[in-house]
């Protein structure tokens, strides 16, 4: 184990057709992987990232398990491959799932079960279109808190994503957030603008879909994690199961704290981070939260290569 590393796994936005291509092209422990969870969601997931539309893997019910099973192929490897064992691990909303699933706190198969429903949850708990996300960057939390107080008249509009310094992201009721937006530009926000997603998660709104989890949640055997992992909700460790699952269905209402996930991981003595899963969003805000701070991402072979050699 090495005590400076932490592992950190990235959630939805970090989709996109032909992720992962180049690893499996390399290493056949990714193709094995997506035929398991393939194998669960009774469809070819591979096809669909390789060959399929945007638009299909966009959807919040295909997107959440196809990051998970990107997530897990990642770690799989990370493992053939030699790489060191973190001493702690995060992840970032649905990426928290992942954390379990590499801690060894639920199988693989039943995390897939989950989060398939978890995306179908959240997208039926409010309808497409009644609901918005925006991110807003060049202010600070306070200004971001108070627009929003300013604004809701009675609707729903929260800070939900507490990325880095400087960039937020509220989410809410369309018109709430759109008000908001507008109240963050004459406060001096360098950008706020709508993010293409299809619900207003992390929000009250989204209260509905934990309560429709819960069961299958309650239902799942949870163990004690092998690592542990800072949990969004107050980036804190956790080690018995059934507080792990009440903080997996909170999660889904409650906001995401991710600065101080990793300013947690970093007093913990975490030096490096490792973002295991596609895409590279991770490893921005972390060099934005502290640029002291070494990262590396994991999502091709040359990235891969890098962060097993320099770790």
Known sequence: ????????????????????????????????????????????AWAMVQTGEQEAINLTERTQPILLTSSVAIWRLWQNKG???????????????????????LAFADA????????????????VGVGAMAAILGVAYEVILD????????????AVNFNAPGQVVIAGSAAAVDRAIDVCKQAGAKRAMKLPVSAPFHTS????????????????DFSSPKIPILHNVHAKAETKPEAIKALML???????????????????????????????????LTKRIDRD???FSTDD???????LTSV
């Open 1 to 44: 184990m090495n005590n400076n590393l932490a592992l950190v796994f990235p959630g939805q936005g970090s989709q996109k057709i032909g992720m992962l291509g180049d690893l499996a092209a390399q290493n056949s422990i990714v193709e094995r992987t997506f035929a398991e969870a393939s194998d669960v969601l009774g469809y070819d």
């Open 83 to 105: 790489g060191p064992m973190p001493a702690q691990m995060a992840g970032h909303s649905l990426g928290e799932w992942s954390a379990l699933v590499c801690s060894e706190v």
């Open 112 to 127: 897939i079960k989950i989060v398939r429903a978890r995306g179908a949850y959240m997208q039926d708990a409010v309808p």
């Open 147 to 158: 627009a929003c107080d300013k604004v809701r008249q009675d609707e729903v509009v929260d």
């Open 205 to 220: 709104l989204m209260q509905p879909a934990a309560e429709n989890l819960t069961e299958l949640v309650s239902s799942t």
């Open 250 to 284: 909170e999660q889904i209402y409650k906001p995401v704290m991710w600065v101080d996930c990793i300013e947690g991981l970093r007093s913990n003595g975490a030096q490096i981070f490792v973002e295991c899963g596609p895409g590279r969003v991770l490893n921005g």
């Open 293 to 295: 701070l070494t990262s």
């Open 301 to 307: 072979v040359a990235s891969l290569e890098n962060a």
